[in-house]
């Protein structure tokens, strides 16, 4: 069992920069793949950022070079660095673990947190 608190949200300026956190409980967090996902309005939820059990990440093209995921294991959290942000960031948020790779690979995460919505203006 994980619980997953997300804090962070807000409204920014176009170019700025946001950090979400992930505070996970429960299981080991170290040993979940965490990622990051958005759905903006109209849109379909769509992953934004993925570290690995390994430490490895991804990063979906169109956030690439501007977003950083991260973890500090002592504090078991996870974080969404946001940087030169840009009106079509404007979205909820959400985080989500599994232990599972091709759960991970799929989308399919057990657990997910409540959402923060980060607004982007122009």
């Known amino acids: 069992q994980v619980q997953l608190v997300e804090s962070g949200g807000g409204l920014v300026q176009a170019g700025g920069s946001l950090r979400l956190s992930c505070a996970a409980s429960?299981?080991?967090?170290?040993?979940?793949?965490m990622g990051w996902f958005r759905q903006a309005p109209g849109k379909e939820r769509e992953s934004v950022a993925t570290?690995?059990?390994?430490?490895?990440?991804s990063y979906a093209d169109s956030v690439k070079g501007r977003f950083t995921i991260s973890r500090d294991s002592a504090k078991n959290t996870v974080y969404l660095q946001m940087n030169s942000l840009k009106p079509e960031d404007t979205a909820v948020y959400y985080c989500?673990?599994?232990?599972?790779?091709?759960?991970?690979?799929?989308?399919?995460?057990?657990?997910w947190g409540q959402g923060t919505q980060v607004t982007v203006s122009s």
């Open positions: 429960g299981r080991t967090f170290s040993s979940f793949v």
């Open positions: 570290m690995y059990i390994s430490d490895s990440t």
């Open positions: 989500a673990a599994t232990d599972n790779y091709y759960k991970a690979a799929k989308g399919q995460y057990d657990y």
